[in-house]
């Protein structure tokens, strides 16, 4: 029996290979198209290579002028600007399976709030031994400048990404919960945008859930959580500055919410209050949306070499005087050892089961998983718990002799630093890959994005479908060379 299925039709689906081991998004095992991709496909079989190759020239000058970029930091490229790479074949999810995926989300985000405020107060949940305490109390992240302080409706993560992925057998899975200072919302709608503008007849033949209102819900959150007795506060967006990897996303959300970007330096306290600076005089702000990591936000308080933060700000909101946006702290709970007791945390505080299931995870500071990471590195992701951007991952099966032996050690000098998962089959989609000039099957995931405020929940319906273009690649970060689609959320 083969592995895989050969497409017949039109020229730049002629190399298309369904393989049978893999959830393929777009067409059954025998290689017959899903319903809902159908109107999709019939268009773009349509279309000749070089139809296909204006088209991209198209949305790669409309990312161009819009100025969608993000930055690589590697080795090789320190601070590489690029256009955020763009495929044109959309991701579609039906709305029920949305709508199974929505529920998961929320319950998963209300139960990480109310584990977080547990930790910085009475501890129960370490108590009752449900989560370990010196898995807490050894995180980096964690601060104990917030021990018993409430933020304004018990909200710590007031904006979180929760990478999930399909794996063969259908099912969606959490890889992972992004909740300090989460990116890549801005790429959802110049993706959208994108859209529109280059295939106009295609997108208006569905009836797609939009996206166009986040920047609307995520001010509305925002100045739900201002201090009490602020009826119309001030907001910003704080930003490190445009030497950043996702300034052009700072930019962005805070330019479409009709709100100030600011650096550090335009802020200064006052008397526990915070100032902006403006041409007009001194205006107070009540609500800070921080794209700067907690180390960073306070020199008084963090690093004191920091010239990115605001001196004294972490005085002014223990004070109440004003909102930061994620809450400081909320990294205890971003920590991939710590991922793994969330679905006890959600039965824990919300007796329920789990809607979405995490992915089997092996802690490398527990001695028995040790062991067992150890004798089958060859089968296994290895992850450090407190990177991002598909930095610091070893992969397994693509992996040398040497290689292995090399991050056996690193794991053996600091267990608490990894963990490890199996290789998950991620599902694949129809991606057009310029080098072949042909629809070949790309690995993708998503990263939903979840506004948790006063009285307010709001789930983009979506989200950032993002494409390993690397053949046979499970990374699927732009910093690791992935790219991304449009996600369409049916309406029915």
């Known amino acids: 029996m083969k592995d895989s299925i050969q497409l017949t039709g039109n020229q730049i689906f002629s190399s298309y290979q369904v393989e049978k081991n893999l959830y393929d998004e777009v067409f059954d095992q025998t290689g017959k198209v899903k319903k809902y991709y159908q109107k999709v496909l019939s268009l773009f079989n349509k279309l000749t290579l070089q139809d296909l190759k204006k088209l991209n020239e198209f949305a790669r000058a409309s990312f161009f002028n819009q100025g969608v970029t993000f930055a690589v930091y590697s080795d090789n490229m320190k601070g590489v600007e690029r256009i955020f790479p763009f495929d044109l074949f959309p991701r579609i999810i039906p709305l029920k399976e949305w709508e199974n995926l929505e529920k998961g989300i929320i319950q998963r985000n209300r139960a990480i709030n109310m584990f977080l405020y547990d930790i910085y107060h009475d501890r129960k949940v370490l108590k009752d031994k449900i989560v370990p305490s010196e898995l807490i109390f050894s995180s980096n992240y964690y601060l104990k400048e917030m021990i018993g302080f409430t933020p304004p409706g018990k909200v710590y993560t ?48 569905y009836n797609i859930k939009p996206v166009h209102d986040y920047p609307e819900q995520l001010l509305s959150m925002i100045q739900s959580v201002a201090p009490e007795g602020v009826d119309n506060p001030t907001c910003v967006v704080l930003t490190p500055g445009m030497y950043n990897s996702a300034y052009y996303e700072h930019s962005f959300l805070a330019q479409s919410m009709g709100i100030q970007l600011v650096e550090g330096r335009d802020l200064y306290v006052d008397k526990n209050f915070v100032y902006m600076k403006t041409l007009h005089g001194s205006k107070r702000v009540d609500v800070i949306y921080r794209r700067v990591d907690d180390d960073f936000i306070d020199p008084l308080c963090f690093r004191p070499d920091s010239v990115l933060g605001v001196p004294g700000l972490m005085g002014c909101y223990r004070e109440g005087n004003v909102t930061i946006i994620n809450a400081p702290g909320t990294g205890a709970v971003d920590d991939k050892a710590v991922y793994t007791y969330i679905p006890e945390i959600i039965k824990y505080y919300l007796s329920e089961e789990p809607i979405l299931k995490n992915v089997h995870t092996y802690r490398c500071e527990l001695e028995d998983d040790l062991k067992y990471v150890m004798e089958n590195m060859e089968e296994l ?87 390993a273009l690397k053949k046979g690649s499970l990374i699927v970060n732009s910093s690791q060379g992935g790219g991304s689609k449009d996600t369409w959320v049916l309406e029915g």
């Open 158 to 205: 007031h904006i979180s990404g929760t990478d999930l992925i399909k794996h063969k057998d259908g099912e969606y899975y959490v890889l992972e919960d992004n909740l300090r200072c989460p990116s890549g919302v801005s790429y959802v709608l110049s993706n959208r945008e994108a859209m529109k503008r280059t295939l106009s007849k295609v997108f208006s033949s």
């Open 381 to 467: 992701v290895v992850k450090p718990v407190d990177e991002s951007g598909g930095y610091g991952i070893f992969m397994g099966h693509k992996s040398t002799a040497a290689q292995r032996k090399d991050f056996q050690d690193r794991i053996k000098n600091n267990p608490r630093k990894y963990i490890a998962q199996p290789i998950m089959s991620l599902s694949v989609h129809s991606t057009f890959i310029e080098e072949s000039e042909f629809f070949e099957p790309r690995h993708i995931d998503l990263r939903s994005f979840c506004l948790m405020g006063k009285g307010k929940d709001f789930v983009l319906k979506g989200g950032l479908s993002r494409v």
